[in-house]
């Protein structure tokens, strides 16, 4: 058994810090990238975080550059964008680019041949919650509209308190007074919080008496006039706790600054294509119900200084198909050397088209420039695909070139290659939606400055709900419902046998696609476990907000904040016969899923049907892979996996039989005793009998003496003797 812990302890060890890390450590990951066995040779996973763990960059695009060619990809619900099939040993680096148009990159590094790799990347410096610093923690403090948005925990700060600060970009600089600032709180029963307050002398507005459990995340917002214009601000959500306070900047251009006004919004919702001034579109993202009403709501403060708000419709529209965005492209382009290629040429192809379709695409414009700014590239001449989505090009430069690509109006570029010792092949392929989302339109001329607004509807018995916000002048909001499953449940595991236990451990992770936190009950989230498991343990770093729950699995005490949460743990499952059942109950189901297991001599695995597994081979040893699992809630995965190893006959039956031995020894000893006990007490009653009858005679005896004279002497020694001889032995 010692073994065994020893092996889960390694197990967790070797886990990789993107997903549950310490958070000193999460720091000095960035951007840099750690092995993650958990992932099949040849994938990268991309992180996308804003400044912390917390607060994951969602749907923004990730360029993964490969030998200096770009891949795209968009992040998940948890700020993830993965790369799978990379070329083993190529160079990569990971690039995302902000709503500033400023771009951020991870280390170079090449891709490992013995397991994934993940890196984590973050579009703000890096804040780590939960103690260890500030901004200020090892450099010097940011320029407010680098901190702007994102809430920060404040140890000198009550539990339960959020002090918003406003200002121009310039802490030195007069602060805002007597400004409105709203926090709006969504729980986890659906319900909606609004408080209102003013800055002070100071240009803070402090909250306070706020939520501690985790059940309601909070949003700040506010709007300041600089220059003819108003900049809106907003941050991402906050979730409280029961050690600090929480700190926030919201920060505005400065009050000079003829720059265009600041729209913080797009932190959270991307603005493309918004509505004109005076509009909020609503677009339905997921799975919606064809016939779909969506409602606007605005709410005003309670002026009794309750956090319940005042409601008000602003409209109820049912969405409508809008019309296809070909522009709305998810692209990317490899380039790969190919020998049978003269030097300074290229063939391109262009494929894809709408979701479901790979053709060639007619009527993509393409041509080479310098990578280099002055450095000759032929005569950039631009070249349109024709039917067969075909083009050769040419250049006369001995320096890296980029291709400039234009596909339905929208323009990109590919990474720089070099065709100057030989050319190669360019494959394009672009990707865009086949119809239309489902979109409604509101007017919100008539929402006052001092109300804050969000999109609600109801599918299938269950509330979706948008970000809130405050409409600005002069510009319109397109805001999203994400129409998926509010909690999904995922895992990540690795095992072995040890012994006579199946050695597992891994990631679990909890996937929360609602602004509002989720609570599983009164006493937690109980996260399943295969049935008979033993000696779960949860990783030292997650124990604050994991146990384990007896004979279930683990438990979650805090509620699920928006975006999730994940941990680690491990547990064993007995070898019986050579075989391990394994059971495990799935009442939110599994999505994308993995599991991996190190094969030995003759192992055999009988899958689900839903389920399929493979055979890798890596510098660690030879794994069955199951790297897809995806089954719908409230059923179950059950398999086996048999022809394991198993302990010799004798070292099973030799402690069983011991035991029995052992067992037949202590009855018969009791037995033994019983009977001994009773044989002793048959003989006093016999020996008190007998003293009983020579006492009677004695007596008679002396009555003898006393009345006729008869001595009897003899006799009554004799009976004395007996007598003596009786007590003697029950002594």
Not at 157 to 178: E, H, M, N, Q, S
Not at 399 to 407: C, L, S, Y
Request: no cysteine.
């Amino acid at each position: 058994m010692r073994r065994l812990l020893f092996a889960v302890v390694i197990g967790l060890a070797a886990v990789s810090i993107d997903t549950a890390p310490a958070r000193a450590q999460v720091a000095g990951a960035i951007g840099k990238p750690l092995a993650s066995p958990d992932l099949p040779a040849g994938t990268i996973s991309v992180r996308v975080v804003a400044g912390s763990v917390s607060v994951p960059v969602v749907n923004t695009e990730v360029t993964l550059v490969v030998n200096g060619t770009p891949r795209l990809a968009r992040t998940d619900s948890a700020g993830r964008a993965q790369f799978k099939d990379l070329p083993i040993g190529a160079t990569v680096q990971a690039k995302v680019t902000d709503e500033d148009k400023k771009e951020t990159v991870s280390d170079e590094f090449p891709v490992p041949s013995d397991n994934g790799a993940r890196v984590m990347i973050s579009t703000k410096p890096f804040v780590p919650m939960g103690g260890g610093g500030g901004p200020m923690a090892g450099g010097a403090m940011p320029e407010p509209r680098q901190m702007s948005g994102e809430p920060r925990p404040e140890q000198s700060d009550a539990p339960g308190t959020y002090t918003v600060r406003l200002t121009y970009d310039d802490f030195k600089d007069a602060p805002p007074i007597g400004v409105d600032v709203a926090l709006v709180g969504y729980t986890a029963t659906d319900d909606v919080e609004l408080r209102v307050a003013k800055t002070d002398k100071d240009g803070r507005a402090t909250f306070q008496n706020l939520d501690r459990t985790g059940a309601a995340s909070y949003f700040a917002m506010a709007q300041l006039p600089r220059g003819g214009a108003v900049d809106r601000m907003i941050s991402t959500p906050a979730v409280l706790d029961t050690r600090s306070g929480v700190r926030l900047v919201l920060s505005a251009q400065k009050r000079a600054s003829t720059d265009p006004p600041v729209d913080d919004i797009v932190r959270i919702e991307k603005q493309e294509h918004a509505p004109e001034a005076g509009k909020v579109r609503v677009t339905l993202e997921g799975a919606p119900e064809s016939i779909a009403d969506v409602h606007l709501v605005a709410i005003h403060a309670n002026p009794t200084g309750d956090a319940t708000p005042t409601r008000r419709d602003v409209g109820r529209v049912q969405a409508k198909r809008s019309t296809p965005d070909p522009t709305d492209i998810q692209a990317q382009s490899q380039f790969q050397p190919k020998p049978d290629v003269p030097a300074h040429e290229v063939h391109v192809q262009f494929h894809g088209g709408p979701v479901g379709v790979n053709e060639p695409i007619v009527g993509a414009s393409i041509k080479l420039v310098p990578a280099k700014p002055g450095a000759p590239a032929g005569d950039g001449a631009e070249v349109k695909t024709p039917t067969d989505g075909y083009v050769e090009l040419k250049t006369a430069s001995n320096e890296p070139v980029i291709a400039d690509i234009t596909i339905n109006g929208k323009k990109m570029q590919s990474q720089p290659f070099d065709l100057s010792k030989g050319g190669g092949y360019l494959d394009v392929e672009a990707r865009w939606d086949a119809e239309g989302k489902l979109a409604a339109d509101f007017d919100v001329a008539d929402v006052k400055p001092d109300e804050v607004v969000f999109a609600e509807t109801r599918m299938r018995n269950v509330l979706y709900r948008s970000i809130p916000f405050q409409p600005a002048a002069g510009r319109g909001t397109r805001v999203t419902l994400y129409i998926y499953p509010r909690i999904m449940f995922s895992f990540s595991l690795t095992s072995h046998i040890d012994d006579a236990f199946l050695a597992v451990s891994g990631r679990f992770d909890i996937s929360n696609n609602s602004w509002a936190p989720y609570v599983g009950g009164t006493d937690g989230l109980v996260i399943p476990l295969p049935k008979h498991f033993k000696g779960a343990i949860v990783g030292e770093q997650d124990q604050g907000d994991v146990a384990v729950a007896q004979g279930e699995g683990y438990r979650i005490g805090r509620p699920i904040p928006p975006g999730g949460k994940q941990f680690h743990g491990a547990f064993s499952l007995p070898v019986e016969d050579g075989t391990v059942e394994w059971a495990l109950d799935l009442p939110m189901g599994a999505f994308q899923s993995g599991m991996e297991i190190l094969q030995t001599p003759g192992m055999s695995v009988h899958l689900p049907p839903s389920v399929k597994g493979q055979t890798m081979t890596v510098p660690q040893g030879t794994f069955f892979v199951l790297p897809s699992i995806s089954i719908l809630p409230k059923q179950s995965m059950v398999m086996s996996i048999s022809n394991l190893p198993s302990a010799p006959a004798w070292r099973t039956w030799a402690p069983r039989l011991a035991g029995i031995v052992t067992i037949l020894v202590m009855l018969l000893g009791l037995a033994f005793a019983l009977h001994r006990t009773q044989a002793v007490r048959a003989t006093d009653v016999q020996r008190g009998e007998k003293r009983a009858k020579l006492l009677e005679e004695l007596v008679e005896l002396e009555k003898a003496k006393d009345t006729n004279g008869k001595d009897g002497a003899k006799r009554r020694a004799q009976i004395t003797t007996e007598l003596e001889a009786l007590w003697d032995d029950a002594s």
